[in-house]
């Protein structure tokens, strides 16, 4: 299956990485399934605005920062929410 979400697989992975969480980890915070998550960071998938924003809804603060920045890519109006959740990261 060609890859059709690359940017979005590549921040997915990233992200993850850089905050030491795995896939099932982002999974459970998410409320999907860990092959959710694996078809997100392979590009064949991408979470849907509604898994985005629920996860954003439920997520700790790392999950919901992923979240509010991958609906921000695609709702220009949430990019202020994006701000806002980055402000609520610890130091």
Known sequence: ?????????????????????????????WGVSQKAVA???HGE???SIRVLYIAFERGD?????LAAELLAERM???????AVV???EPA
Do not use: T
Not at 61 to 65: G, I, T
Not at 76 to 82: G, T
């Open 1 to 29: 299956m060609p890859k059709l979400f690359g940017n979005a697989a590549a921040r997915i992975r990233h992200f993850r990485a850089g905050h030491g969480i795995s896939q099932e980890e982002l999974a459970v915070a």
């Open 39 to 41: 078809l997100w960071e």
């Open 45 to 47: 998938r991408e979470p």
């Open 61 to 65: 603060v790392v999950a919901r920062k």
């Open 76 to 82: 220009p109006k949430l990019q202020e929410l994006a």
């Open 86 to 88: 980055r402000q609520l």
